[in-house]
């Protein structure tokens, strides 16, 4: 079970864990959680843009200027378990900034897993968005990572279209309404 912190105010409870907004020292955190998180998907297609964490370090230092950037980080203790981050617009472009977000990342430590940390994250991203006056939360998944589609269908989102990446195959688009 997760203790508070005392000196950080910012922090709130996530059912086991505590959430915080993430700070520019976790970033090296979220790339050794992407790396083991990512390892740990062998037999299902991996979110192959970042394979190791050092790529990792490098992807999240650079999104982390892009316009709207959020990251949103659940911890047990002094352990990060998960986050997911994102910012304004999405990958491709074509969504308008103003009103849609972008989840990029959704990364749950082995160790976490299949206990509703993952869905507990999508829904931080969803109410942070709609509060950050967004219509859509948007994301991109492998179309064949079955345990994926089934969280965010689960929670609502809808497949609008499909898109072939150069490094990641076929893509789906899923769209999450906020209004
Ligand atoms: C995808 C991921 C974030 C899910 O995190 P999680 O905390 O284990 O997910 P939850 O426990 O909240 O499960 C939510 C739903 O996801 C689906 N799911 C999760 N793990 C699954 C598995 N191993 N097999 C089948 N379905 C699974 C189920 O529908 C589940 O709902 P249920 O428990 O009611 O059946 C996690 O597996 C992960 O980090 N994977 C590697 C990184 C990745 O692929 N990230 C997404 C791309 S950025």
Request: hydrophobic share 35%.
């Amino acid at each position: 079970m997760s203790e508070f912190s005392n000196n950080n105010p910012e922090q709130s409870a996530l059912g086991e864990f505590y959430l915080r907004a993430g700070i520019a020292a976790d970033i090296e955190a979220m790339a050794l959680l992407t790396e083991r998180a990512s390892a740990h998907s062998v037999g299902e297609p991996l979110p192959p843009t970042i394979p190791n964490a050092a790529e990792a370090y490098g992807e999240l230092q650079k999104r982390r200027h892009y316009d709207g950037y959020w990251s949103h980080l659940a911890f047990d203790a002094d352990k990060l378990a998960g986050f997911t981050a994102g910012y304004s617009g999405t990958w491709k472009g074509e969504d308008d900034k103003t009103n849609s977000q972008y989840l990029w990342l959704l990364m749950v430590d082995p160790d976490y897993q299949r206990r509703g940390l993952g869905r507990a994250l999508v829904r931080v991203a969803a109410d942070a968005s709609k509060q950050n006056g967004a219509e859509n939360l948007i994301l991109y998944a492998a179309s064949d990572n079955t345990r994926e589609s089934k969280l965010y269908e689960s929670e609502g989102f809808e497949k609008v279209s499909s898109v072939l990446s150069d490094t990641q195959g076929e893509l789906a688009k899923y769209c999450l309404k906020l209004k």
